[in-house]
């Protein structure tokens, strides 16, 4: 299970997309890669979510961002932008003085988790694992919602949301329901950075 780190400041407003991985790792065929910043990697009708991680496996040429097959590591995922139904990039990654790219490799990823079936979702907030719960959110109140069609909760922050905490470091975890099924998205020592809000005049 994954352990997730988040960074939020007090006193601010964001949306927070968590992309939501199933366990079946999948592969999309690489047909060209571009020695560009950021490398664009070619892989006809890829199928792949924007924002989601790939890592690129057995590329001839173009080795340096190849994957070791027997040995992966959630590590050698990158965050990818989708350029077209063919055309993916890996934004911060430049490829301009790599090896010219010459034939095949794959883009593995994780096949985007089916969440059509779920109705509820819930995050608890605290200072250790088996502590006292700080703060919640959850799909009742509108600070969690299920975005089924893009595999991803997305955490709705305003300035009240965390009003009752103070800057430093809480674990949390998040659950989806399914009737009384519950999926936990991450660990239950999934950290949240809580930094101070320095600009507070009016």
């Known amino acids: 299970m994954k352990t997730l780190s988040l960074s939020l400041r007090l006193g601010a407003t964001a949306d927070i997309p968590i992309r939501v991985e199933s366990d079946e790792l999948t592969f ?4 060209a890669m571009t020695k560009a910043a950021p490398v664009h990697i070619t892989s006809t009708g890829h199928g792949i979510p924007d924002g989601w991680r790939a890592a690129v ?3 001839g040429g173009m080795t340096e961002l190849n994957t ?3 040995a992966i590591r959630d590590s050698d995922f990158r965050r990818l932008a989708v350029i077209d139904a063919n055309t993916i990039a890996f934004p911060g990654v430049t490829s301009a003085g790599f090896r010219t790219y ?7 990823y994780y096949a985007p988790k089916d969440l059509s079936g779920y109705t509820a979702a819930r995050m608890d907030i605290k200072r250790a694992v088996g502590g006292t719960v700080l703060a919640s959110l959850n799909t ?9 069609p893009n595999s ?8 009240t949301t965390l009003a009752t905490l103070t800057a430093g470091d809480y674990v949390f975890d998040i659950e989806l329901i399914d009737g009384t099924d519950v999926l936990a998205l991450c ?8 930094l101070p809000e320095v600009t507070t005049s009016t």
């Open 57 to 59: 496996f057995n590329a």
């Open 28 to 31: 999309a065929p690489i047909t």
């Open 187 to 194: 660990s239950a020592d999934s950290v949240l950075h809580l």
């Open 140 to 148: 009742t109140d509108g600070t969690i919602e299920i975005d089924a």
């Open 152 to 159: 991803a909760v997305w955490l709705h922050i305003t300035p």
């Open 102 to 108: 010459t034939s095949g490799g794959e883009l593995a």
């Open 68 to 70: 070791p097959w027997n």
